[in-house]
């Protein structure tokens, strides 16, 4: 008798075994899906690495998001606050993952997924390519096109365009949903400036200053757009340079002075540290992030130096017609001009700041974009797990960071000054 009770048990099991192995590709990935998104639902990131077969990035991504919820308890408000809201928006997009088309054999299938992803009140639709290899009776991820340069490079092209769906070939398919701020009608109004500058400089009377994320800062944030007060400042005109540089050559070296002025290639490849020591050499020093956003933005907190519609051709950004382009003399841009006649605020080198990203952390901010398609123009960085890309390098919110002892040959600076009354 016992021998018919365990048969049909033994037979069941069997079934659902056979079930899982001969199960469509849809079935099975839709169902890794789901117990991805339970695992991830209730914290369980090493449920969520099981399913990971070979991307090593998605691996590093979530075993560093594992160790951030792990070290929760032990973090500063402020730290743990940002973990929390970031998971709280992972688990939403994880939650509203959703198969769009699965081809391929009873082994292997591609499957295109679909993605929502909100940036600080741009709400983005993301279909994905990945691909998936069945493991027993497991379907397990092998692989995903989830290219941030891709992506950023899809949002600088059809982005300002505002509406949906659009689709630019070679790119993921994406919706945005965020009217820009309407167009100024004439230039804003300048209070007077009662101060003097040097004349490479120029000056900006105190006042509210937009400080503009959109999702710049962080990704996830939600960081909305707010004003702070700055004082009286001089900026440079033109972007940082070296004394003997020229139209063709920067004039290689690391402890010249910093010069401001015209038609000559800016001083790149310089560290945070050797750029507040050139502009010291002169009696300056580097601008706050709150002054270069108000030079750059203007009074009335503009998008662009040149107003809030954007326009490749106005200053030295990345051209989603003709793709990157080259490093450019200062003011080559002439239309490139912030109300208070600073050149090259957006585009051609971002620029160094004395602005900690971080409390604790040894990185410095550089603001303003590049000519470069380099999507960290835009970009976020969580200091636990990773890289976290946003579009828009070339409004006078994009923001990024690196170790003070960095140089690259896209970032560059100006310096500010303290005027003497």
Not at 253 to 263: D, I, V
Not at 388 to 413: C, K, N, Q, W
């Amino acid at each position: 008798m016992r021998r018919w009770v365990i048969a049909p048990a033994f037979v069941f099991f069997c079934i659902l075994a056979l079930g899982g192995m001969f199960a469509t590709p849809k079935r099975g990935i839709a169902r890794a899906i789901q117990t991805i998104q339970d695992a991830v639902a209730h914290e369980d990131l090493t449920t969520v690495e099981g399913f990971l077969l070979s991307p090593a990035r998605e691996r590093w991504w979530i075993a560093g998001l594992r160790g951030a919820l792990a070290r929760r308890d032990a973090m500063g408000l402020g730290e743990r606050d940002l973990v929390d809201r970031m998971y709280a928006e992972y688990r939403a997009m994880v939650a509203a993952l959703e198969i769009v088309a699965v081809t391929g054999g009873p082994d292997e299938a591609a499957a295109t997924l679909r993605m929502p992803v909100v940036t600080g009140g741009y709400r983005l639709v993301l279909d994905f390519p990945t691909t998936w290899r069945r493991d027993g009776s497991t379907w397990r991820l092998v692989s995903t096109d989830w290219d941030s340069r891709q992506w950023t490079s899809a949002l600088l092209a059809k982005g300002r365009e505002y509406g949906g769906p659009e689709n630019h070939t070679g790119y993921p398919p994406f919706f945005i949903h965020r009217p820009p701020p309407p167009e100024p009608t004439s230039p804003p109004r300048l209070p007077r400036a009662r101060f003097s500058c040097p004349r490479e400089m120029a000056p900006v009377p105190g006042g509210p200053a937009w400080m503009r994320y959109s999702g710049q800062r962080y990704l996830f944030s939600g960081e909305e757009d707010h004003v702070v007060q700055v004082g009286d400042f001089c900026i440079d005109r033109y972007e940082a340079s070296r004394p003997k540089a020229t139209a063709e050559s920067p004039d290689n070296g690391h402890y010249h002075p910093a010069a401001s002025r015209p038609g000559v290639l800016p001083w790149v490849l310089v560290t945070w540290d050797q750029a507040r020591a050139a502009c010291e050499k002169v009696g300056k020093r580097l601008c706050s992030g709150a002054e270069w956003q108000k030079a750059a933005g203007g009074p009335d907190g503009w998008l662009f130096p040149h107003g809030n519609t954007f326009d490749p051709a106005v200053c030295n950004t990345y051209d989603p017609t003709t793709g990157p382009r080259q490093l450019a003399p200062t003011g080559a841009f002439p239309k490139c001009r912030s109300p208070y006649g600073a050149y090259d605020l957006c585009g051609n080198v971002s620029e160094w700041t004395d602005e900690a990203w971080q409390e604790g952390m040894n990185d410095r901010v550089l603001r303003g974009g590049s000519y470069n398609e380099n999507p960290i123009n835009g970009q976020g960085l969580y200091p636990f797990f990773g890289w976290r890309f946003s579009g828009y390098g070339e409004e006078v919110s994009a923001i990024h960071h690196h170790p003070r002892d960095d140089a690259h040959e896209d970032d560059g600076f100006r310096c500010c000054l303290t005027p003497i009354r």
